[in-house]
């Protein structure tokens, strides 16, 4: 091999290492939401990066196989440089790599370009998806791909949940991860992310934690009149009181205390009973209005298994886990 293939082999070796460790930046600051539109489009350097992630773990194996293979080319060519026309020994020939190429990697193949592809990944990924569908081909053909994702996964359930590892790709969290670039540059773009996170959680926060706790309900017998029911509205400004029967954890419906307060046509207050919607502490937010919405109940009844009365919330309780504290309703 003459010194000028071996040197053309380093800088080669260098750029290409360069190109995937910025590539697998790349993976994770990419607008995905924009490369689709690019798709849409029929943008050719779109189609070929959807292509490539739509295995995303396949797609990170590639860039850190290729990253790997670079450093090794370019590690063996500068060797052989060092050796044959410096005349070194095989321990000289080996220092001397060390000493000269580690801070140039570091440099060049490594902050550089993972620094240029966090800044202007959406770009850079674009230019380098024929290298990468290049790569991404070869890698696969020669098992190298096949090879590391079965490593990893035996390594991740001895370490860790095979959930775990499969998590940041789900679909709840792709969808997040969308709407969140969406956001981007947008001059209200952290209150409305904060919104998204918030969305996404209600299939995640059960009720137990938004619910009002028993021993802070107000309630009235079933049995009460409208002298109670006077008397109760003085002391609460609460519109919606549950009813109980024998003792306060029995719910068996609510009332709307002005509406039945200016009604002349009942005696007791069961006789102007609104039906109430059972919930269970854990029941999610999510659930829990998607169920209020379908009864059109005023009030949700949070009970255990035996039906006896843990708390209560309203859709204002739980829309407050979306916008934050509703001061009027």
């Known amino acids: 091999m003459s010194w000028t293939i071996a040197i053309l082999l ?15 930046t790349g993976l ?3 607008n995905r939401l924009r490369i689709q539109l690019g798709v849409d ?18 797609a990170l194996s590639v860039t850190l196989i290729g990253t790997n293979l670079m450093n090794y080319i370019t590690a063996a060519a500068a060797a052989y440089l060092f050796a044959e026309h410096l005349k070194l020994s095989d321990h000289e020939t080996q220092i001397l790599t060390v000493i000269v190429l580690t801070p140039i990697v570091f440099v060049f193949g490594e902050v550089t370009p993972k620094n240029l592809f966090q800044r202007n990944a959406d770009e850079l990924m674009l230019k380098g998806s024929r290298t990468l569908a290049i790569a991404n081909r070869c890698f696969r053909l020669t098992g190298a791909v096949w090879v590391l994702r079965r490593m990893a996964g035996v390594v991740t359930r001895i370490v860790g949940p095979d959930a775990a590892y499969r998590r940041p790709f789900d679909p709840k969290r792709r969808v997040a991860l969308l709407l969140r670039e969406a956001l981007v540059g947008d001059v209200v773009g952290d209150e409305q992310s904060e919104l998204v996170d918030r969305v996404l959680a209600l299939s995640e ?6 619910m ?28 919606y009181i549950p009813v109980s029967e024998g003792n306060q954890r029995q ?39 998607a169920k209020m919405q379908h009864s059109q109940d005023p009030l949700g009844i949070v009970t255990d298994r035996g039906g006896q009365m843990l708390g209560i919330v309203t859709m204002k309780d739980l829309l407050e886990e979306v916008v934050g504290e509703l001061q009027a309703w």
Do not use: M
């Not at 926060?205 to 938004?210: I, Q």
């Not at 802070?216 to 009460?224: H, K, N």
């Not at 039945?260 to 999610?284: C, E, K, Q």
């Open 41 to 58: 489009r029929g943008d050719r350097r779109a189609l070929r990066l959807a292509r490539f992630l739509r295995d995303e773990q396949a």
């Open 10 to 24: 380093v800088l080669a070796g260098l750029f290409f290492s360069a190109f995937f460790s910025g590539s697998e």
């Open 28 to 30: 994770y600051c990419l």
């Open 212 to 239: 009002v706790p028993r021993n802070r309900v107000v309630t009235i017998g079933a049995a009460a009149g409208r002298r109670e029911l006077l008397a109760l509205a003085r002391r609460t400004r609460h519109r």
């Open 205 to 210: 926060t059960h009720l137990h934690g938004v």
């Open 251 to 289: 719910v068996i419906g609510a009332i709307k205390i002005d509406t039945l307060v200016g009604l002349d046509d009942w005696n007791i207050v069961s006789d102007r009973l609104r039906p109430v919607t059972a919930l269970t502490a854990h029941d999610t937010v999510a659930i829990a209005i």
